[in-house]
């Protein structure tokens, strides 16, 4: 994991490199407002609505995923951004190498914990002592 050079985990990469395909024949219109981030989408059968800076749009696929589909991809590439930076925080590899390091030294405390515990129980002395401390 940590030789991947990209900015989000390779299998959300799979899924934004299939919404770019499927970004084809989909034409935006900008609604204007001054940040650019307020459109609807036309094939021109099917309209949704997108805004990218509440990362939403009507067909709920990137509001319920964090991954842009490809309504919002149409639009991100209508304004020369990079559909990466609109992928959800949780998708990218700098927050998934830092929770597998927090989980990795979680684990160790909880090992040490047990180490320290395990010693703990054998300093209490023999069986006959514990009934006479339980009593
Ligand atoms: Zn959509």
């Known amino acids: 994991m940590l030789r991947y050079q990209g900015k989000i985990c390779p299998m959300i990469r799979k899924i934004v490199e299939k919404a770019k395909k499927d970004a084809v024949g989909w034409t935006p219109i900008w609604h204007g407002d001054s940040e650019y981030s307020q459109f609807s989408i036309t094939d021109g059968t099917d309209t949704y609505a997108v805004n990218l800076i509440a990362r939403s749009c009507a067909c709920r696929k990137w509001d319920l995923s964090g991954i842009p589909c490809a309504h919002a991809i149409t639009v991100i590439f209508y304004n020369q951004a990079n559909p990466d ?49 339980i009593i």
Do not use: P
């Open 85 to 133: 930076d609109y992928v959800a925080h949780w998708y990218r590899l700098v927050y998934n190498v830092y929770f597998f390091v927090f989980f990795l030294f979680y684990e160790m405390n909880i090992m040490i914990m047990l180490a320290e515990f395990s010693v703990s129980i054998q300093l209490v002395g023999n069986k006959s002592s514990w009934i006479h401390m």
